[in-house]
């Protein structure tokens, strides 16, 4: 059960720190005092979304903190086992986010992700919100139910989903088989057309580039014959002055003179005749590629074409050379697989034809255990129903089949049919049910399914939401007799269920000049008293707290005839 619950810089609370009874704790209080503050931060200790807006104004960060004790032994098993945290009979959780959407998430002190919560705390605490009045009415939610009551149609569903995955695995096994024979012949025909076209392509590695270059060099081609005939002349052949190998010829015959007077100019003679040598060299060279640098138009064209050609394929096949190597190789690959993969494609058309087979088998038992499990939900909601102050209520649940041959929750589809009145025909519950009956609808399935499953704290927000009078006081003593088998965390506003209450949580809002701050205050005797009265909507409280008085001696000696 929930212990302690500790709130910090959530929303209007400062800091709040909650004891909770084990059996019915009701928060009570003004609209606007901060009831729905405390579920906000159940659901974030418990895994739920973290909201930065929640975080009090003005602070860094905010801290809910959850205390469990008494833990039954399956809970144990599954915290220590699938979870990976040793713990024993308490649990301790604590989940932190400041303004920066940190999130820090403890069990006993140890780090886990907020996923680990999550599955704990579904396991230990049921929160009806408001919300779940209106998911009730879904379909899914009513198969759920019906799954929930049921002692096993969980190991049923494990198995059907253990199937559809098998079947989802052949199926992409045989996608990449080609599929079925026309889709085979298909991807046939396709791989061997982009096969054959890189295949005539005939490109080579860096021919792109090649050819971009030059193409590039004969987009240049004035350019560069201006610049070779300049270089020519003015080295080797210049008209109107002498050029650079007849100044350097020139001055080579000057040193010629002097090159047996001293060693010295015997080298620079040397040495320029070297430059000489390697201009002359130059100059021939330049000279072949001018003669070479002729503009083939039909030559440029059938460049620019190649070029447009390689760029159509690789946009095709990947972007590059080497990519369009990759799915060459790939696809040779694929093809070759697809023409020898006759037999394995009969082989898994076999297998899913087996699995198919099996999974109708388990819907079909699924489907039979569901019916059963409905009849006897529907009786004991009825039955409860009944005793809630609806004495011709009726409920039935209607089956039928989904389009699909199969699906993970399995072919079934329920409708919940409801009637409340005599005389009246039965139609879906989304149809024809009031708030002050929806109410009721679902505190009649959460006392039959209390007695299933293993959680061990139930949360109620306004579940007497529509409820008044004499149905008020029955769904009072409802949930004393719910809370003799889970702890009860109910907000409410009905006087009859905050009497019946084994422990009185009032929330308050104060505010003062700076500031303004929910606060929690346990009742006990007169303060109690007085808001029972409240609830009432009581003028004359000295006469309201008598009539709050005799209704809790009622409510206390209904409780003790439940021991």
Request: with cysteine; aromatic share 8%.
């Amino acid at each position: 059960m929930l212990q302690t619950l500790k709130i910090e810089n959530v929303a209007l609370i400062d800091k709040v720190e909650l004891d909770f009874d084990e059996k019915l704790n009701v928060i009570s209080g003004e609209t606007g005092a901060g009831k729905s503050i405390m579920l906000d931060a159940l659901s974030f200790v418990f895994g739920g979304r973290a909201d930065r807006s929640l975080i009090r104004t003005g602070s860094s960060h905010m801290r809910v903190e959850a205390i469990f004790n008494n833990l039954n032994k399956s809970h144990i098993q599954y915290i220590n086992e699938e979870i990976g945290v040793l713990v024993g009979d308490e649990l301790f959780l604590s989940r932190d986010l400041d303004v920066n959407g940190k999130n820090i998430c403890k069990i006993n002190g140890e780090l886990v992700p907020v996923a680990s919560v999550k599955k704990i705390c579904q396991r230990l605490v049921d929160v009806h919100g408001q919300s779940e009045h209106l998911a009730i009415l879904s379909n899914e939610y009513q198969l759920q139910i019906i799954d929930l009551f049921s002692k096993t149609a969980n190991q049923y569903l494990l198995e059907l989903n253990s199937l559809i995955e098998q079947v989802k695995g052949i199926d992409a096994e045989i996608a990449k088989l080609g599929g079925s024979e026309s889709e085979k012949q298909n991807l046939i025909d396709l791989y061997s057309y982009q096969i054959r076209e890189i295949d005539e392509a005939k490109i080579k590695p860096n021919e792109f580039e090649d050819l971009t270059n030059e193409k590039k060099e004969m987009q240049q081609y004035e350019k560069i014959n201006e610049s070779l005939n300049s270089f020519y002349e003015n080295i080797y052949k210049n008209s109107f002055s002498p050029s650079a190998i007849d100044s350097i010829s020139q001055s080579l015959r000057s040193l010629q003179n002097i090159g047996s007077v001293n060693e010295h100019y015997k080298q620079i003679e040397d040495r320029l005749n070297s430059v000489l040598i390697e201009l002359e060299d130059l100059s021939t060279t330049v000279l072949d590629d001018i003669n070479k640098n002729v503009f083939d138009q039909n030559k440029f064209d059938e460049i620019d074409s190649r070029l447009d050609y390689i760029k159509t394929l690789y946009r095709k096949y990947g972007g590059s050379y080497e990519k369009l190597m990759e799915y060459y190789d790939d696809v040779a690959t694929k093809l070759n697989n697809l023409i020898n993969s006759a037999e394995r494609y009969s082989e898994l058309q076999e297998k899913k034809k087996d699995l198919l087979e099996k999974i109708d088998v388990v819907q079909d038992h699924l489907s039979d255990i569901r019916k059963k499990s409905a009849k006897e939900l529907e009786q004991k909601m009825q039955k409860e129903l009944q005793t809630l102050g609806m004495p011709a209520a009726r409920i039935e649940i209607a089956f039928s089949k989904i389009d699909d041959r199969y699906s993970y929750t399995g072919y079934d589809r329920v409708e919940f049919m409801f009637s409340a009145n005599l005389g009246f025909e039965l139609k879906p519950l989304n149809k024809v049910v009031s708030g002050g009956e929806m109410s009721r609808v679902m505190l009649a399935y959460k006392i039959v399914v209390s007695s299933v499953d293993e959680i061990q704290t139930i949360v109620f927000d306004e579940i007497d939401s529509g409820l008044s009078g004499k149905i008020a006081s029955v769904v009072a003593e409802y949930m004393a007799r719910l809370s003799r088998q889970k702890q009860i965390i109910a907000i409410s506003h009905l006087p009859q269920i905050c009497a019946m209450a084994d422990g009185n949580i009032k929330v308050e809002k104060h505010s003062n000049s700076v500031t303004t701050n929910t606060l929690a205050t346990y009742l006990e005797g007169e303060p109690l008293f007085t808001e029972i009265a409240r609830l009432m909507g009581a003028n004359d409280v000295d006469k309201g707290i008598i009539v709050s008085k005799d209704l809790k001696e009622k409510s206390n000696k209904y409780k003790m005839s439940l021991k």
